[in-house]
């Protein structure tokens, strides 16, 4: 079993900034790779980034050159963060961190940004 828990979002103007947190402990050495997905209202929930164990990173079109992603490695847990920078309107949404490894996958429980003036 691996429990996440997600910290960060909230409310930020159109070009500003916010991170989001996301903290696996458990059975983590099963880790594959872990990211971040958003879900708009009314709309489906779609991926944004993605890092592995071994610190390769992908991104969606949509926050590419405006968001990185980092993951950091302890005995008892791993922590991937997501550095959102120059945020648009379109970026508000429930964000979700997704952990794959070796037992499946797991979702935290997620947490709201709001880009807004």
């Known amino acids: 079993q691996v429990q996440l828990v997600e910290s960060g979002g909230g409310l930020a103007q159109p070009g500003g900034s916010l991170r989001l947190s996301c903290a696996a402990t458990?059975?983590?050495?099963?880790?594959?790779?872990m990211g971040w997905y958003r879900q708009a209202p009314g709309k489906q929930r779609e991926w944004v980034a993605t890092?592995?164990?071994?610190?390769?990173?992908?991104?969606a079109d949509s926050v590419k050159g405006r968001f990185t992603i980092t993951i950091f490695r302890d005995n008892v847990k791993r922590t991937m963060s997501l550095q959102m920078n120059s945020l648009k309107p379109e970026d508000t949404a429930v964000y979700y961190c997704?952990?794959?490894?070796?037992?499946?996958?797991?979702w935290g429980q997620g947490t709201q940004v709001t880009v807004s003036s």
């Open positions: 458990g059975n983590i050495f099963s880790l594959a790779a």
């Open positions: 997704k952990y794959t490894g070796s037992y499946g996958d797991y």
């Open positions: 890092v592995t164990n071994d610190g390769h990173t992908n991104f």
